[in-house]
């Protein structure tokens, strides 16, 4: 299953992602910033299920079943900017801005602002298209929620 929804994803002109696949490789995106740091904290985990759910109306079981495929096919996926590059040419600009958002959440779940996740999310944000204005808006967004 994993292989070949991957090999759909990194072909040289991939077609756009219909809604089931297109939230699988962005809950892959989630878990992979949450990663990203070598702590993937519970506070992380909870915040990606609650994300899931929430986006795209599951329930939790659904929510963290999605999560857990995604884990599975975050392992396999390739190289981060392989990975995201093929999610910017599947997906649209608007979904990838609030994928950016949702990005933030996660990075900002465990309350603590870790170097390597901000260097990964300027990265994906870059290579989602998404410029530092909109993606430094999104940050503010979620941090203003939190308070």
Do not use: C
Not at 34 to 47: I, L, P
Not at 51 to 56: N, P
């Amino acid at each position: 299953m994993f292989a070949d929804f991957l090999s759909r994803l990194i072909q040289p002109q991939p077609a756009p992602l219909a809604g089931a696949d297109a939230r699988f490789a962005l809950a892959a995106l989630l878990v992979r910033v949450a990663k990203s740091d070598g702590d993937y904290a519970e506070d992380e985990v909870a915040r990606i299920d609650r994300i899931l759910a929430t986006r795209y109306g599951l329930s939790p079981f659904e929510a963290v079943a999605l999560r857990r495929d995604a884990e599975v096919l975050e392992s396999e996926a390739p190289d981060t900017v392989r990975f995201t590059r093929a999610i910017k040419d599947a997906v649209a600009y608007e979904e990838r801005e609030a994928v950016i958002e949702a990005l933030w959440d996660v990075v900002l779940a465990d309350g603590v602002r870790d170097h390597e996740e901000d260097a990964l999310l300027r990265l994906v944000a870059n290579l989602l298209g998404v410029n530092d204005r909109d993606s430094n808006l999104a940050r503010q967004r979620v941090e203003a929620r939190r308070t």
